[in-house]
């Protein structure tokens, strides 16, 4: 496998959620791959977010992804 390759498929909804105001969750992050969405996280501190395994389950070179928080996604 090549380390460009993921095998998680980005998701583009949440299926089953329900319409929030912005800041109503300031824990909750996006994690991208490439400036794409991968998957969800939670803000633990300054410096940690946890998500689940899965979402590395490819490229795990760490200059790919980045961690946004406080974005809200219409």
């Known amino acids: 496998m090549s380390s460009s390759t993921n095998n998680t498929i980005p998701k583009g909804r949440i299926v089953g959620g329900s319409i929030t105001s912005p800041g ?3 824990w909750l992050v996006n994690i991208r791959l490439n400036g794409e969405l991968m998957c969800g996280g ?3 501190g300054d410096g940690w977010v ?3 395994a899965h979402c590395f389950n490819g490229n795990v070179n760490e200059l ?4 946004v928080i406080g974005q809200y996604i219409t």
């Open 50 to 52: 946890l998500t689940a």
């Open 42 to 44: 939670v803000l633990l």
């Open 24 to 26: 109503s969750w300031p």
């Open 64 to 67: 790919h992804w980045t961690v």
